[in-house]
């Protein structure tokens, strides 16, 4: 496949359903940002052809659109009843981490682990690497 047209469909929908999960497909779905889909889901497009995903700058910069559309999608979910809330939660933690696995980049992955762990001094020597 040409490089150029690689790299202009880089994008990832992270959809979640309403209800209860999550799921995430590496299609590249039209420009609009959240569109509700037959199950009842709503996608999110996320879009990175613009990015360097092999430094920090670029990783951190997709882990953020990535979180963005998750707290979009999971959004039906947040609540101030607990049930509820950590349904949300749970909904954030399966977006991201399902979205991370799809784009399939080491440098991404690793920063997504760390974040999950809370491990600031290794963020902190990673984007120091990098």
Do not use: W
Not at 80 to 100: Q, S
């Amino acid at each position: 496949m040409n490089n150029t047209i690689a790299t202009t469909v880089r994008a990832i929908a992270i959809c979640a359903a309403a209800t209860l999960g999550f799921n995430a497909d590496a299609s590249a779905a039209g420009p609009s940002n959240t569109q509700p889909v037959a199950n009842g889901a709503l996608t999110y497009v996320v879009r990175f052809a613009d990015l360097d995903l092999s430094n920090i700058k670029g990783t951190t910069e997709l882990y953020g659109r990535l979180r963005n559309a998750a707290r979009v999608v999971c959004e039906p979910l947040e609540n101030r009843d607990l049930r509820i809330a950590t349904k949300h939660e749970a909904c954030m933690r399966t977006a991201i981490a399902d979205a991370v696995e799809s784009v399939d980049r080491p440098l991404l992955s690793q920063y997504h682990q760390l974040r999950t762990k809370g491990d600031k001094a290794a963020l902190v020597q990673l984007a120091n690497a990098y």
